[in-house]
């Protein structure tokens, strides 16, 4: 798996970041049952910077706490029997890696949200990321039906790495 994390602000957590997202990925693809090695991109950004991803792909004009670009279109979440036929489009030719996508995450919303639902921070970035892993693996909350799939299995995932509410 390769996770290509960057972040472009000066903020700095008092948690290991990388160590942080890295478990969460790698859980919700092994709750997934996900049979390839993945690559992810992961940016870490502020209000202003968020808030410019979406007036540049969703023509929202605001700060979101997270957006989720999936390179792959599944018919079922987490069905990745179709992968291969679009093999061009899926894999990282040179390692092989399958694309999953990119994750954007505001770190000014980290902290407001982990301040706002009184826990801490890591706990704020590893949902975000649990929820975002959950959209690139083509799940959705369009519904009430598909908000309590992804809801069930994010908690899931974050209590099993015993990253919980504190």
């Known amino acids: 798996m390769t996770i290509y ?10 948690f290991d970041m990388e160590e942080t997202v890295h478990c969460v ?17 992961i940016l870490l950004t502020d209000d202003q910077g968020i808030r410019q991803f979406n007036q540049d792909f969703r023509k929202i004009d605001r700060a979101t706490d997270v957006l989720s670009f999936p390179n792959i279109a599944y018919e079922t979440p987490a069905d990745f029997q179709h992968v291969e036929e679009e093999a061009a489009d899926c894999f990282e030719p040179d390692t092989g890696e399958l694309v999953l996508g990119d994750i954007v995450i505001s770190v000014e919303k980290v902290q407001e949200q982990a301040k706002a639902y009184g826990h801490s921070e890591r706990r704020e970035l590893a949902f975000l990321t649990a929820h975002s892993m959950l959209h690139l693996l083509g799940y959705d909350h369009m519904t009430k039906e598909e908000a309590a799939v992804m809801e069930e299995k994010q908690e899931k995932a974050l209590q099993e790495l015993r990253i919980t509410r504190e």
């Open 25 to 41: 990925v790698e859980k919700v693809l092994e709750q997934e049952k996900c049979p390839y090695e993945t690559t992810i991109n």
């Open 5 to 14: 994390l960057e972040n472009e602000t000066d903020v700095q957590f008092d």
